[in-house]
C-alpha cells in the first residue's frame, strides 16, 4: 500500500531528504504539473500516535519551505502508486486550482472561548427548554421529531455564540486572503477559525491578533500556526454544507 | 534530536491565554479525557475484553450518532415522507435502546465511548 | 505553582489532531449507508478507521504518560 502525505506543484524538484513514517523514504508520483509525495506502507504501527502525526506533518512543512504544498488528510492510504497516479489525473483540474489558491501562503488557526461555555450536547437543560410541540404520534417518528426540536435549540445556541465571536473574526479575515468560520462545533466547546494568510504578512497577523485579544477582553483566544493549509483544500472531497466564509482580500 | 523536534511542536502556539485555568480548556481531547476517566492499569482478561469491547462500541455510537445527524438533517430539509420519516426514526429508536443494552452489558458510560474526533461533520454534510 | 510546559505541546497536538484528522486531501472513494431504506450516509470509511484508531492511540498514550508523571495525582 501507499501512504500519501500532500500533492504538490514543481514535481521534478527533488525531495526533502527527510524521511517518512516508519522512516520509510519518500517517492514521488506525478501527473503532468503535481506531484503526489509518497512512502511504503505494510501494515507497521508506531508506538505512539502522536509521533506519526507529527511525521506526517512534517514531511509536509519540509515540502512547504519551496513548494505550493497540498496536505493529505491522515492516514490517507491507496492501495498503489499506481491508483494514487490515477487519481491526481481525475481530480487534476481541482487540485491545480487548490495549488494556486494556496501557493505563498500558510493557515493560521484560531479558538475562541465565551465565558458561558458549556457542553451544550449532554446539557440537561436544553431537553427542557425546547419550545416545539411533540410532533406525530407513532414512536418513530415522535422520536425523530423531538431530535430535530433539540438540534434546533442547539443551532439556536451556537448561533448566540458565534454573534459574539463575529466582530473579532471578521477583524481578522480582512487581514487574510481567505477565511472559514466553524459555525457547527459539535462536541467541541470552542468556536474555531481558519486563515489563509500570505506568507510576507503572517508577522503583521500576529499582531493584530494581539489587538484583537485586547480589544475582546470577555473572549479567550488561542491562535496557533503557521500550518499547511489543510482548511482551505477541497479537491476530491465533497462540498461542505458549514459555513464557509471565504473573502478575497 | 529528539528535543529539537519537540521545541519545533512547541512553536506552533502564536498567542494563548496566560490564566492557566483557560488554557486547560483549550488543551484538548486528551487531557480532557484524562480527567474524566483516571485509569488504572490492570491486566487481566476481563479488562482486555472490556477494552475491547469498548473501542469496537465507541465506533458503532459514532456511526450511531452520525446516522442521526444526517436523519436529522433530511427531516429538516423537508425531504423525507412521513412514513420515511417514522421507518428512520423507528430503527433509530431500536438502535439506540440496543446500544444501551451493549453499554449496560459492559458497564461502559457515555464519557468512555466518547472519541473526539473534533469536527467530523464534514464527513456528513454535503450529503443531501 | 509547578510549571507546566506540557500545555503547549498539547495544545499544538490538538490544533494538529484537529487539521490532520478531519481536514485535509481526501483522495478516495465513498461508502454509503442506508438505513430503513434510506441512502443517508457517504462516508469515507478509511478516513473514519484512521481517525478513529489513531484517536483511539493518543488517548492510551496520554493515560500512561500521566501515570508515569512525577506528582500527578492519584
Not at chain 1, 95 to 115: N, P, S
Not at chain 2, 26 to 46: L, M, Y
Not at chain 2, 49 to 68: H, Q, Y
Request: hydrophobic share 40%.
Amino acid at each position: 500500500m501507499t501512504y500519501v502525505y500532500a500533492i504538490a506543484d514543481r514535481p521534478d524538484e527533488p525531495l526533502p531528504s527527510q524521511s517518512g513514517l516508519h522512516d520509510e523514504a519518500l517517492a514521488k508520483v506525478i501527473c503532468r504539473d503535481v506531484v503526489a509525495v509518497v512512502s511504503a506502507f505494510d501494515g507497521w504501527r508506531l508506538s505512539k500516535a502522536e509521533d506519526e502525526l507529527w511525521r506526517h506533518e512534517e514531511v509536509i512543512e519540509a515540502l512547504m519551505s519551496d513548494r505550493a504544498v497540498l496536505p493529505m488528510r491522515f492516514g490517507t492510504l491507496l492501495p498503489s502508486r499506481q491508483r494514487v497516479g490515477d487519481l491526481l489525473c481525475e481530480a487534476y483540474g481541482a487540485l491545480v486550482k487548490d495549488i494556486e489558491r494556496v501557493r505563498g501562503h500558510v493557515e493560521i488557526g484560531m479558538r475562541f472561548l465565551t465565558a458561558s461555555e458549556g457542553r451544550s450536547e449532554d446539557d440537561p437543560s436544553v431537553a427542557s427548554s425546547c419550545r416545539l410541540p411533540p410532533r406525530g404520534t407513532r414512536p418513530g417518528s415522535v422520536y425523530l421529531w423531538a431530535k430535530v426540536a433539540r438540534d434546533r435549540e442547539l443551532q439556536d445556541r451556537r448561533r448566540a455564540k458565534l454573534s459574539l465571536v463575529r466582530a473579532a473574526y471578521e477583524r481578522l479575515a480582512s487581514h487574510a486572503n481567505a477565511s472559514r468560520l466553524d459555525d457547527e462545533p459539535d462536541d467541541r466547546q470552542e468556536t474555531s477559525a481558519a486563515f489563509l494568510v500570505s506568507r510576507d504578512r503572517i508577522v503583521s497577523f500576529r499582531e493584530v491578533v494581539d489587538e484583537v485579544a485586547n480589544a475582546h477582553p470577555e473572549l479567550a483566544l488561542l491562535c496557533t500556526g503557521p500550518w499547511p493549509p489543510y482548511s482551505f483544500v477541497n479537491a476530491g472531497e465533497r462540498a461542505t454544507s458549514g459555513s464557509d466564509d471565504c473573502h478575497a482580500a | 534530536m529528539q528535543r529539537d523536534a519537540t521545541l519545533a511542536r512547541r512553536q506552533k502556539v502564536i498567542h494563548a491565554p496566560t490564566d492557566q485555568a483557560l488554557l486547560d480548556r483549550f488543551a484538548g481531547p486528551s487531557a480532557e479525557v484524562e480527567r474524566q476517566s483516571p485509569q488504572r492499569i490492570v491486566a487481566d482478561p476481563k479488562s482486555v475484553e472490556r477494552d475491547l469491547a469498548r473501542l469496537v462500541l465507541s465506533v458503532v455510537e459514532l456511526l450511531r450518532k452520525l446516522l442521526e445527524r444526517q436523519a436529522v438533517r433530511r427531516v429538516e430539509n423537508g425531504t423525507l415522507s412521513e412514513e420515511e420519516i417514522e421507518r428512520l426514526g423507528e430503527t433509530l429508536l431500536k438502535l439506540e435502546a440496543r446500544m444501551g443494552e451493549l453499554k449496560a452489558t459492559f458497564g461502559l458510560g457515555d464519557q468512555e465511548l466518547t472519541l473526539d474526533l473534533g469536527p467530523l461533520r464534514d464527513l456528513v454534510s454535503g450529503c443531501d | 505553582m509547578q510549571p507546566r510546559p506540557i500545555n503547549s505541546d498539547q495544545l499544538a497536538l490538538s490544533e494538529l489532531l484537529d487539521r490532520a484528522l478531519n481536514k485535509g486531501v481526501v483522495l478516495w472513494g465513498d461508502a454509503t449507508i442506508s438505513v430503513a431504506g434510506v441512502d443517508l450516509i457517504y462516508v469515507g470509511l478509511k478516513v473514519l478507521l484512521a481517525s478513529v484508531d489513531t484517536a483511539e492511540r493518543l488517548r492510551q498514550d496520554a493515560r500512561s504518560t500521566a501515570l508515569v508523571t512525577p506528582g500527578a495525582a492519584e
